[in-house]
């Protein structure tokens, strides 16, 4: 029913020789995995090269969308300019952002927006910190980072077909996986929070685990029953890892 997603997020690594061999690269490996959606995220200077090279194997993802339309707003790139080269999703509120760049849940909201008006599918990034775990407070976190955006968009429109991405900060880029089942508890505590705000969204939304997901870990992660695939940073640079977790992926 939920078609599994591997989406790879390249963060701001490469120059555009290196974006084009990574590419070409996992384009040579991924063919026949019909059964799976695949995305590459590539620093937007990138995107119109990787697309040229993808050449529709995989769906070209974008790592952020302005949260207005086209105008004046320096430094940002517009929803339906993305949309206009053939992106097709776009990762938003990813920790690093609202860490470093203090992204918060109502900019998120705005930049939802505009993805959704353009036709892009958004990919919702939430996680709780090493600290807030260990104080107890994950599910209050996570819960409130979802509410928090979707309260803002337009009731009729909602999440729409984005997808969520679990990713503990804690995990990533730091080789600490969560287990299988810490990831599973969460999905499903996901699933949970979005049947509350509307039953028949919760079965049909996906949602992609991050955080140090490897070729030695994907598979039992993605055997999980609410893991529906996974958002991979570093391993989404190596192209034999990359196809590898998709590999897992459309094994089921
Ligand atoms: P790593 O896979 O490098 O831990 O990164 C995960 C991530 O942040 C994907 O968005």
């Known amino acids: 029913m939920r078609t599994p997603l591997i989406a790879g997020n390249w963060k701001m690594n ?11 690269s996992v384009s040579d490996r991924i063919g026949g995995l019909d059964a799976i ?11 119109p090269a990787v697309a040229e090279r993808l050449r529709g194997g995989a769906y070209l993802g974008a790592q952020n969308c302005a949260d207005a339309p086209q105008g004046a707003r320096t430094g940002e790139v ?17 920790s690093e952002r609202r860490a470093f760049y203090g992204e918060d849940s109502a900019m998120i909201a ?17 996680g709780e910190t090493l600290e807030e775990r260990e104080d107890g407070r994950t599910e209050d976190v996570v819960a409130g980072q979802i509410n928090d955006v979707a309260d803002r968009l337009e009731s009729s429109v909602g999440l729409g077909d984005g997808v969520i991405a679990y990713e503990p900060v804690w995990a990533i880029g730091t080789g600490r996986t969560a287990t299988a089942a810490q990831a599973q508890a969460m999905h499903a505590f996901i699933r949970g929070v ?10 049909g939304m996906r ?3 991050g955080g140090s997901m490897k070729p030695g870990n994907a598979a039992d992660l993605l055997a999980q029953p609410d893991v529906d695939g996974g958002l991979i940073g570093g391993a989404s640079l190596n192209a034999e890892d990359f196809a590898a977790i998709c590999a897992a992926a459309a094994r089921g």
């Open 37 to 47: 959606e695949i995305v590459v995220c590539p620093p937007f200077v990138h995107l």
């Open 78 to 94: 517009a929803a339906d300019m993305l949309a206009d080269i053939g992106v097709r999703y776009v990762i938003l509120g990813h």
């Open 207 to 209: 949602l992609l685990y």
């Open 110 to 126: 705005a930049r939802y927006t505009q993805a959704m008006e353009s036709g892009l599918r958004p990919i919702l990034c939430v």
């Open 194 to 203: 979005l049947g509350e705000r509307d039953p028949g969204l919760a079965g």
């Open 14 to 24: 490469g120059l555009s020789e290196d974006a084009v061999a990574l590419a070409a």
